[in-house]
């Protein structure tokens, strides 16, 4: 009976205890990470605002990319922390050239010299524009990514990084979209968990913002329309493909359209 109870039946109740705790603790963590994740995917976009994104950086400069209010990209340029005359006359340039209504910071290494900069500039020269800190977490993961190689092929990495901080501030949504929920760092010890599931629930709640806010036919990307419900991968590619080659889609009876969209899915 005592090896019994020592060798067999004392390690079966600690392993159930431990695992029962596990999964209490997995619960938990996919919990706390799934509202982190919904309340950042809900935060109000700053529509129709002129932004130009900065990427800070100390060795290979600050990478500054200017956009249009949809978010299209129109420019870039870097400067150096450590001159900052000329990093100051370059922004300044940028706000009259590109008519910038709003500088966004990413909060990565170095972006406190940067944010002295771009605050001398407004004072001095702009007192019109406003400049805000925006968190970063992930903007790397996205601009090594096929997304933002489809999407700007022929820029280089860092300035992806910029347009990416730039769009997160006009419409965090969209943008954040594109960047697998794991990296964009919301969560508590998310490798321990349970990754199967914690991939699952961060999907679900990815797909219910999405379904909740809606989308815009005529701007929503790619990789914002397959979380639509109804709608897979291939089918959000054709959606972009026939808005690309018959412009702007009027009326919801145009998707019926696309190739590949049944009544079903329509519904």
Not at 37 to 61: A, E, F, Y
Not at 97 to 108: C, H, P, S, T
Not at 151 to 161: A, H, K, N, S, Y
Request: charged share 25%.
């Amino acid at each position: 009976v005592s090896d019994g109870l020592v060798r067999l039946l004392s390690p079966a109740v600690v392993r159930e205890i431990r695992s029962d705790l596990s999964e209490e603790a997995d619960n938990h963590g996919i919990g706390v990470f799934s509202e982190n994740l919904k309340n950042l995917l809900m935060q109000q976009p700053i529509k129709g605002t002129r932004v130009l994104g900065v990427d800070p950086g100390i060795r290979t400069g600050t990478k500054c990319a200017a956009l249009d209010s949809t978010g299209k990209y129109l420019g870039s340029f870097v400067i150096y922390q450590h001159k900052p005359a000329e990093g100051e006359s370059a922004i300044l340039k940028a706000i009259k050239d590109y008519d910038v209504q709003l500088v966004a910071i990413g909060n990565g290494t170095g972006t406190r010299e940067v944010q002295e900069i771009v605050a001398k500039v407004i004072s001095e020269h702009c007192p019109s524009v406003l400049y805000t800190v925006v968190d970063e977490d992930g903007a790397s993961v996205y601009s090594a990514s096929d997304i933002a190689r489809e999407e700007f092929p022929e820029l280089d990495l860092t300035i992806r990084g910029a347009i990416s901080i730039g769009r997160r501030l006009q419409d965090p949504l969209a943008e954040l979209v594109k960047i697998d929920p794991k990296s964009i760092g919301v969560g508590l010890y998310q490798h321990d968990l349970n990754q199967k599931k914690l991939s699952e629930m961060l999907d679900e709640v990815v797909g219910s913002v999405v379904n909740n806010v809606g989308v815009n036919l005529n701007t929503a990307s790619f990789s914002l329309l397959k979380y639509v419900s109804g709608i897979n991968g291939s089918l959000a590619k054709k959606i972009v493909a026939y808005r690309e080659s018959t412009g702007k889609i009027v009326s919801r009876e145009d998707i019926m359209k696309v190739p590949g969209m049944g009544p079903k899915t329509f519904e």
